[in-house]
Every structure is written in C-alpha cells, then in structure tokens.
T-cell receptor, first 113, second 112 residues
Framework: DQQVKQNSPSLSVQEGRISILNCDYT??????FLWYKKYPAEGPTFLIS?????DKNEDGRFTVFLNKSAKHLSLHIVPSQPGDSAVYFC????????????FGQGTRLTINP | KAGVTQTPRYLIKTRGQQVTLSCSPI?????VSWYQQTPGQGLQFLFE???????NKGNFPGRFSGRQFSNSRSEMNVSTLELGDSALYLC???????????FGSGTRLTVV
C-alpha cells in the first residue's frame, strides 16, 4: 500500500522556467512533510519541509504547497537551474518529532539548457 | 562540521552470511535512523534510535536489527542474508526531527 505517491517518474523542464513536482498521500495522520533531493551515489539532501498547520513554506527558489483537503503537496522551483537536475523525493511523517518517514518513489527532474 | 559518515561504502556478501553496517551521526545529533533503498520498493524505513533506545521500527523481518551507542554512533546488522537484501542502506541523523534529517552517502550491499 503506497501511502505516499509521486505519480510522475520523470519531468523535463527548460532552464529558467518553473519546475513543479507533485506528491499525493493517503494517510490523514501524516502531519509533517519534507522534500529531498538525491544525486547518484549520494544520500538524499533535505530541501524544505512543511507542517500541516501551514499551507505554504518558502525558502529561496523552493516553495512547498500543502493542500490538506486534497492530500496533495507540491514543490515549486523557480527559476530552474541545471544543478537542480536530480531525483526528488517527497516524504511524510505521522508525528512531528518522529523519524519514521514514508517516502514516495521519487521524480527524476531534468533541467534542459 | 562533518556530515553523517557511513562505513563501508560498498560491501559484497554471500547468501546466508551476516553483515554489520556502521553510521556516525553529525556531532550533537541524538536521533539516528536507517533506511533501505531498492529500485522496486524505493526508500523504506527500517528503524530509529534515540539515546540508545529503539524509538520507531519499520516493517522488516527480525533478521534486521540495530543498536545505538552512548556516543550516538549506530550499527545495523542483517543476519542470514538473502539476495533480496541487496540495496543501498542509508543512515540519517537529526537533533530534532523538525530540523530535517541529514543522510549519509549510504552503504551499497550486494548479496550474491
């Protein structure tokens, strides 16, 4: 049972444009969400997080939006840069303060020059 | 400051053997978690240790175990290895979960 789903295995975006990565979840007990970026042969790198009491969190070029009623979150990267090419994972946690993250399958983002 | 260090980076074992992987968290981080990454299943949570106690556990068989030492370093052990245990094993540490977890580069285990 996939509780966190990233339905797009890959996404290709032109440099300078907006990249939008989507994630859906099914467990209404999740109340903390994170996005990670992963390069080959490296561990995931934390990008940005959002608590369920918010609907938006922004950090530089990265913004995460949370729609609790739709059980949907998205990561916006503006403007997209070649170095953003990587696999992006969304993750959810049922209790803030707990390490038990449930990850999506990942979306491979390619930024084209 | 130093990141999360995992050793060894690569490991090849034979079916039926056991293996121990090591993780040194970022200095001051008290929580250490382990994840398994496979192409088919993605990233799956194994267990989390906090102050030498297992605080959370994923849905893995008892062949997978771990421990944490007083200096927060952690080890995970897999006994009676199976071919399906071939994966990238990732360790993550944090001081408080809301800070976001820092992952190591992982140990690539191949079971032949």
């Amino acid at each position: 049972d996939q509780q966190v789903k990233q339905n797009s295995p890959s996404l290709s975006v032109q440099e300078g444009r907006i990249s939008i990565l989507n994630c859906d979840y099914t467990n209404s007990m999740f109340d903390y969400f994170l996005w990670y970026k992963k390069y080959p042969a490296e561990g995931p790198t934390f990008l940005i997080s959002i608590s369920s009491i918010k609907d938006k969190n922004e950090d530089g070029r990265f913004t995460v939006f949370l729609n609790k009623s739709a059980k949907h979150l998205s990561l916006h990267i503006v403007p997209s840069q070649p170095g953003d090419s990587a696999v992006y994972f969304c993750a959810a946690s049922p209790v803030q303060g707990a390490q038990k993250l449930v990850f999506g399958q990942g979306t491979r983002l390619t930024i084209n020059p | 400051k130093a990141g999360v260090t995992q050793t060894p980076r690569y490991l090849i074992k034979t079916r039926g053997q056991q293996v121990t992987l090591s993780c040194s968290p970022i200095s001051g981080h008290r929580s250490v978690s382990w994840y398994q990454q496979t192409p088919g299943q993605g990233l799956q949570f194994l267990f989390e240790y906090f102050s030498e106690t297992q605080r959370n556990k994923g849905n893995f068989p008892g062949r997978f175990s771990g421990r944490q030492f007083s200096n927060s370093r952690s080890e995970m052990n897999v006994s009676t290895l199976e071919l399906g245990d071939s994966a990238l094993y990732l360790c993550a540490s944090s001081f408080e979960a809301r800070d976001g977890y820092t992952f190591g580069s992982g140990t690539r285990l191949t079971v032949v």
